[in-house]
């Protein structure tokens, strides 16, 4: 998969600025696309941006030596299956094994010729009729615009719309009582110093719905050829009965057709609205590279296996589900 955006130059450079060092770093020529750190005292490694990349795209250079690769482990999180990476390594000592995980939601656009085709494809002529009704209401009562920012956009527009972001982010999870580590300073300052620069060489996308010159609703994506990777979406909740989320959603599907896009990622985890808009569901895995002639090697590899396998089974428990309910209910009761 060409023009990746986690496996850019900028953006495993800008991550060791913000959180590690050059040292810290391994690269092996027989795994191309991902960037490493090692765990203290093991020959274990993973990849190094796993805990803000969802998406992970890595390729086996078979033109390469696997020698580097000897008495080592290694751990790439967060492959989407429909990636579909060979992963025959052509190597008698060198096994990858995956390990299921979440599911995960695309939009499969190829399935489909326009955004009309698709939304006939999805709902009845009653509901298509209501969700086109929502951008026509909120047009009516507001001065909008929309604007999808992707290849250009100044320096000072793109800070204040990352400032509105971020605001419209905290004051969202406050009312739902609930934290986002992707709103920490340091992991929100790399993330509004990475997208900028995504943007200009078209590998990832900002939309903005604008009331007069204000955004109320912001949806931060990255792109991958003919891949819009939604990441995260905030809207004004004062606007919340003009439906401006499925508003969002709806113009940047009309974008994506526009701009021959063929997949629209929603990435992991379940939300109602997914299951809704989403007509392709896919399957989460990490991949685990182990030497097997390297007892050490091999006994870590399992370790990691099944301490995986046995974290998935807990998240599809039924008294997981439950005990969520529960808590959910006590942090609204708190609001």
Same mark, same amino acid.
């Given at each position: 998969?060409?023009?990746?955006?986690?496996?850019?130059? !900028?953006?495993? #450079?800008?991550?060791?600025?913000?959180?590690?060092?050059?040292?810290?770093?391994?690269?092996?020529?027989?795994?191309?696309?991902?960037?490493?750190?090692?765990?203290?005292?093991? #020959?274990?490694?993973?990849?190094?941006?796993?805990?803000?990349?969802?998406?992970?795209?890595?390729?086996?250079?078979?033109?390469?030596?696997?020698?580097?690769?000897?008495?080592?482990?290694?751990?790439?999180?967060?492959?989407?299956?429909?990636? @579909?990476?060979?992963?025959?390594?052509?190597?008698?000592?060198?096994?990858?094994?995956?390990?299921?995980?979440?599911?995960?939601?695309?939009?499969?656009?190829? @399935?489909?010729?326009?955004?009309?085709?698709?939304?006939?494809?999805?709902?009845?002529?009653?509901?298509?009729?209501?969700?086109?009704?929502?951008?026509?209401?909120?047009?009516?009562?507001?001065?909008?615009?929309?604007?999808?920012?992707?290849?250009?956009?100044?320096?000072?527009?793109?800070?204040?719309?990352? #400032? %509105?972001?971020?605001?419209?982010?905290?004051?969202?999870?406050?009312?739902?009582?609930?934290?986002?580590?992707?709103?920490?300073?340091?992991?929100?300052?790399?993330?509004?110093?990475?997208?900028?620069?995504?943007?200009?060489?078209?590998?990832? %996308?900002?939309?903005?719905?604008?009331?007069?010159?204000?955004? !109320?609703? !912001?949806?931060?994506?990255?792109?991958?050829?003919?891949?819009?990777?939604?990441?995260?979406?905030?809207?004004? &909740?004062?606007?919340?009965?003009?439906?401006?989320?499925? !508003?969002?959603?709806?113009?940047?599907?009309?974008? %994506?057709?526009?701009?021959?896009?063929?997949?629209?990622?929603?990435?992991?985890?379940?939300?109602?609205?997914?299951?809704?808009? %989403?007509? &392709?569901?896919?399957?989460?895995?990490?991949?685990?590279?182990?030497?097997?002639?390297?007892?050490?090697?091999?006994?870590?590899?399992?370790?990691?296996?099944?301490?995986?396998?046995?974290?998935?089974?807990?998240?599809?428990?039924?008294?997981?589900?439950?005990?969520?309910?529960?808590?959910?209910?006590?942090?609204?009761?708190?609001?």
């Amino acid at each position: 998969m060409k023009n990746h955006p986690y496996n850019s130059y !900028i953006f495993k #450079e800008k991550w060791i600025n913000h959180f590690t060092t050059p040292e810290n770093v391994t690269e092996f020529n027989y795994l191309l696309g991902p960037s490493f750190l090692k765990k203290k005292n093991s #020959e274990t490694y993973y990849n190094t941006t796993s805990s803000f990349t969802l998406q992970n795209y890595y390729k086996i250079n078979r033109a390469s030596s696997s020698e580097g690769l000897k008495g080592k482990t290694i751990l790439i999180f967060n492959v989407p299956d429909y990636f @579909k990476i060979n992963t025959n390594t052509a190597s008698t000592n060198l096994k990858i094994v995956p390990v299921r995980e979440y599911i995960g939601y695309l939009i499969d656009l190829d @399935k489909v010729d326009s955004f009309k085709s698709y939304l006939s494809s999805r709902f009845n002529s009653k509901k298509k009729s209501q969700i086109k009704g929502y951008s026509k209401k909120l047009e009516k009562n507001f001065n909008i615009k929309y604007n999808m920012y992707f290849g250009e956009i100044t320096k000072e527009k793109y800070d204040y719309i990352m #400032e %509105c972001f971020y605001d419209l982010s905290i004051k969202s999870f406050k009312k739902k009582g609930l934290k986002n580590r992707k709103l920490i300073p340091k992991n929100f300052n790399f993330t509004k110093d990475i997208i900028y620069n995504l943007i200009v060489k078209k590998q990832a %996308c900002i939309f903005v719905v604008y009331k007069d010159a204000k955004p !109320i609703g !912001i949806s931060v994506n990255y792109n991958s050829n003919n891949i819009l990777f939604g990441d995260s979406t905030v809207y004004d &909740t004062l606007y919340s009965k003009y439906n401006v989320g499925t !508003i969002m959603l709806m113009k940047q599907l009309e974008w %994506c057709f526009s701009n021959r896009i063929s997949t629209f990622d929603f990435s992991k985890g379940y939300f109602p609205y997914k299951k809704t808009w %989403c007509n &392709t569901s896919y399957h989460f895995e990490h991949h685990i590279l182990y030497d097997t002639s390297s007892f050490k090697a091999t006994l870590t590899a399992y370790k990691n296996i099944y301490f995986l396998k046995i974290k998935q089974f807990l998240r599809e428990h039924p008294l997981r589900n439950y005990l969520k309910k529960i808590k959910k209910h006590l942090l609204l009761r708190k609001v």
